[in-house]
């Protein structure tokens, strides 16, 4: 994959003159603020705010000199005519990618298998601390000038577009890895948020802390992701990740008090998201670790369905609860109502169908921890075809869910691997071929 940027680079290496130098000019900006900085010297300058906004607007262009060149969409011919040409080229993995990284004077740059840019960091600024400048003179101009019109409407406009920067900043970081610097970036857009002279919708906000807060999380800082997601929960963000993620970043402190706050904000939770896996889960494994009993999360689901059996969605969370309790035949009974009440739902099928797969592991782990006992070959196998036959009724509820959704690789593998472990039964090889060359050819 390294051969990729490199032939591409090579390519534009043909014509230096047009391409060998960067857009990049410092000394141009460089000069603008020092002259700025000579008008907020001079007394009869410095009381003006339209001095102060050419000052935000200057600190701004140098913050942003490099990031503007690299924006979704670009090509990396495009950043090469921008930054030059790179000095370097290597193959990274970031998580479960693996991105070339071009190396150039101002930025990394982060190309997949096509070429395509998908991500960058700025390595050089212009002047370290550009945007936080730029920051503090919008907030001046607003202090002496805010209540004119056209002064407020500037302020409004630059601190957006601080706050705009710092959140791409974050989202890049936050692509690459660099969750610590993710979090900075978030943090440093919600602080813009809430200076006087800019108004930023509270859909944004909410968005914003909930990304600090996963940020931190995923960078182990457990205290500071309780503290900004907990935030944005409480300012309006309302989806039922926010409280899977309350729980496991309360979880990370430690302590029985932390754990007591996490189940109270996944019962919050449960209530308005009773269907959703992860709460579900989550709250089974709260009351174990606290010591209580499960079973009342279990009560009131049951309680639930009973009331309302035509909710394909309480069938669904008591599904979950059974299968995580090990109760398969319960948890299979309950999906099968699910699938009666919505024969197209992928949940229903796939569900099903892996609660028969887990119920045959048990019947086939019982019976290999019990292998001893058969005299010959032929009584073992016959037991071990009843684990089969369970296998096999997985098999089309997980064909109906993979109908649905073609294109989910994970349905195709488990497809893949129970047609190959059954593939002695009738059907079951041709089976096995079909879907492994589906698998193979999603993956190209």
Same mark, same amino acid.
Request: hydrophobic share 40%; proline share 3%; charged share 25%.
């Given at each position: 994959m390294?051969?990729i940027? &490199?032939?591409?680079?090579?390519?534009?290496?043909?014509a230096?003159?047009?391409?060998?130098?960067?857009?990049? $000019? #410092?000394?141009?900006? %460089?000069?603008?603020?020092?002259?700025?900085?000579?008008?907020i *010297?001079?007394?009869?300058?410095s009381?003006?705010?339209s001095?102060?906004?050419?000052?935000?607007?200057?600190?701004?262009? /140098?913050?942003?000199?490099?990031?503007?060149y690299?924006?979704?969409?670009?090509? +990396?011919?495009e950043? &090469?005519?921008?930054?030059?040409?790179?000095? +370097?080229? #290597?193959?990274?993995?970031?998580?479960?990618?693996?991105? $070339?990284?071009?190396?150039f004077?101002y930025?990394d740059?982060?190309?997949?298998?096509l070429?395509i840019?998908?991500?960058?960091?700025?390595?050089?600024?212009?002047y370290?601390?550009?945007? *936080?400048?730029?920051?503090?003179a919008?907030?001046?101009?607003?202090?002496i000038?805010?209540?004119?019109?056209?002064? @407020?409407?500037?302020?409004?406009?630059?601190?957006?577009?601080?706050?705009? @920067?710092?959140s791409?900043?974050? +989202?890049?970081?936050?692509?690459?890895?660099?969750?610590?610097?993710?979090?900075?970036?978030?943090?440093?857009?919600?602080?813009i948020?809430?200076?006087?002279?800019v108004?930023?919708?509270?859909t944004d906000?909410?968005?914003l %802390?909930?990304?600090?807060?996963?940020?931190?999380?995923?960078?182990?800082?457990?205290?500071?992701?309780?503290?900004?997601?907990?935030?944005?929960?409480?300012?309006g963000?309302?989806? @039922?990740?926010i409280?899977?993620?309350?729980?496991?970043?309360?979880?990370?402190?430690?302590?029985?008090?932390?754990l007591e !706050?996490?189940? *109270?904000?996944l019962?919050?939770?449960?209530?308005?998201?009773?269907?959703?896996?992860? &709460?579900?889960?989550?709250?089974?494994?709260?009351?174990?670790?606290?010591?209580?009993?499960?079973?009342?999360?279990?009560?009131?689901?049951?309680a639930?369905?009973? #009331?309302?059996?035509? $909710?394909?969605?309480?069938?669904?969370?008591?599904?979950?609860?059974?299968?995580n309790?090990?109760? =398969?035949?319960?948890?299979?009974d309950?999906?099968?109502h699910?699938?009666?009440l919505?024969p197209?739902?992928?949940? @229903?099928?796939?569900?099903?169908?892996?609660?028969?797969?887990?119920?045959a592991?048990?019947?086939?782990?019982?019976?290999? /921890?019990? /292998?001893?006992?058969?005299?010959?070959?032929?009584e073992?196998?016959?037991?071990?075809?009843k684990?089969?036959?369970?296998? *096999?009724? +997985?098999?089309?509820?997980?064909?109906?869910?993979?109908? &649905?959704?073609?294109?989910?690789?994970? !349905?195709?593998e488990?497809?893949? $691997?129970?047609?190959f472990?059954?593939?002695?039964?009738?059907?079951?090889?041709?089976k096995?071929?079909? =879907?492994?060359?589906?698998l193979k050819a %999603?993956?190209?």
């Amino acid at each position: 994959m390294k051969k990729i940027l &490199i032939l591409a680079c090579a390519m534009l290496f043909a014509a230096p003159s047009l391409f060998s130098q960067s857009l990049i $000019n #410092e000394n141009v900006w %460089l000069r603008k603020i020092e002259r700025s900085d000579s008008d907020i *010297a001079n007394p009869k300058k410095s009381g003006k705010a339209s001095t102060w906004i050419n000052r935000g607007e200057t600190f701004y262009g /140098a913050a942003t000199e490099i990031s503007k060149y690299l924006y979704e969409g670009v090509s +990396a011919e495009e950043v &090469i005519m921008s930054l030059g040409q790179p000095t +370097a080229a #290597e193959v990274v993995t970031i998580g479960d990618r693996r991105l $070339n990284k071009g190396v150039f004077e101002y930025a990394d740059v982060y190309l997949d298998e096509l070429n395509i840019p998908v991500s960058w960091e700025v390595t050089k600024e212009i002047y370290p601390g550009a945007l *936080a400048k730029a920051a503090e003179a919008y907030s001046k101009a607003y202090e002496i000038d805010g209540q004119n019109a056209k002064t @407020a409407q500037k302020v409004q406009e630059g601190l957006k577009n601080i706050y705009d @920067a710092y959140s791409k900043t974050g +989202a890049s970081y936050y692509m690459l890895a660099k969750y610590d610097k993710a979090a900075a970036s978030f943090i440093n857009a919600y602080e813009i948020s809430k200076l006087p002279g800019v108004t930023i919708p509270d859909t944004d906000v909410q968005t914003l %802390l909930h990304d600090a807060g996963i940020s931190f999380f995923f960078a182990g800082d457990a205290q500071n992701s309780v503290k900004y997601l907990t935030m944005a929960e409480e300012i309006g963000y309302h989806d @039922a990740d926010i409280y899977y993620l309350i729980y496991h970043a309360y979880r990370d402190l430690g302590g029985r008090d932390a754990l007591e !706050t996490a189940k *109270a904000y996944l019962e919050k939770g449960l209530a308005q998201y009773p269907t959703d896996a992860q &709460i579900l889960e989550s709250i089974s494994e709260a009351y174990v670790l606290l010591g209580e009993d499960p079973g009342e999360v279990l009560s009131k689901v049951e309680a639930a369905v009973n #009331e309302d059996p035509k $909710n394909p969605d309480m069938w669904s969370a008591l599904g979950v609860l059974y299968s995580n309790g090990g109760d =398969y035949d319960k948890a299979i009974d309950a999906f099968e109502h699910m699938v009666e009440l919505i024969p197209d739902s992928y949940i @229903a099928n796939n569900n099903l169908g892996l609660s028969y797969i887990k119920k045959a592991e048990v019947i086939l782990d019982e019976l290999n /921890a019990q /292998a001893a006992k058969f005299s010959t070959q032929a009584e073992y196998d016959a037991e071990k075809m009843k684990a089969f036959a369970v296998y *096999a009724q +997985a098999v089309p509820y997980l064909e109906k869910a993979h109908s &649905i959704d073609p294109s989910n690789a994970a !349905t195709l593998e488990i497809l893949k $691997n129970v047609t190959f472990r059954i593939r002695e039964m009738d059907g079951m090889q041709a089976k096995y071929e079909k =879907y492994d060359a589906e698998l193979k050819a %999603l993956n190209k």
